[in-house]
């Protein structure tokens, strides 16, 4: 945030289009990250706004010690794009992890919840058999 105030304040020429291509990635972010049936959730979605802008921020801070001497601008030429590329490499890794993480809790709770529903079924059974025997006598 500290980088892309400094560039609107300086009025440094990309600046604009800097701030939407970062509002872009996030779109993007958000939208990899709700493909995944396990990542639906409100819980998971605060989860990943949460690590989106973490990541956001270690990138901010790595921009402005690299573009920012005495916060004036310093132009780094091609070379600097590559530091921009920081992002969306961080927020592709995050969207992998987070539902890599998602998916096997997804699975557990899967699991868990057709066990108690076999449980439930084998209770219900129980309850019927008994019932019968109780209605024969």
Do not use: H
């Not at 996030?26 to 939208?31: K, P």
């Not at 969207?95 to 108690?116: G, T």
């Amino acid at each position: 945030m500290l980088t892309w105030l400094t560039m609107l304040f300086q009025k440094i020429e990309g600046s604009n289009i800097l701030i939407a291509i970062i509002g872009a990635m996030w779109v993007l972010y958000l939208g990899f990250f709700f493909v995944v049936k396990a990542n639906r959730g409100k819980q998971k979605l605060k989860t990943a706004l949460i690590a989106g802008a973490i990541a956001t921020l270690i990138c901010d801070i790595v921009w402005f010690f690299k573009f920012f001497d005495n916060f004036q601008y310093v132009n780094p030429g091609l070379g600097g794009v590559m530091w921009f590329c920081l992002l969306p490499v961080l927020l592709f890794f995050l969207v992998m992890i987070l539902s890599y993480i998602n998916a096997s809790r997804y699975e557990f709770d899967k699991k868990k919840r057709e066990k108690e529903e076999a449980k439930q079924k084998k209770k219900e059974k129980r309850r019927k058999k008994f019932e019968a025997e109780d209605a024969e006598k």
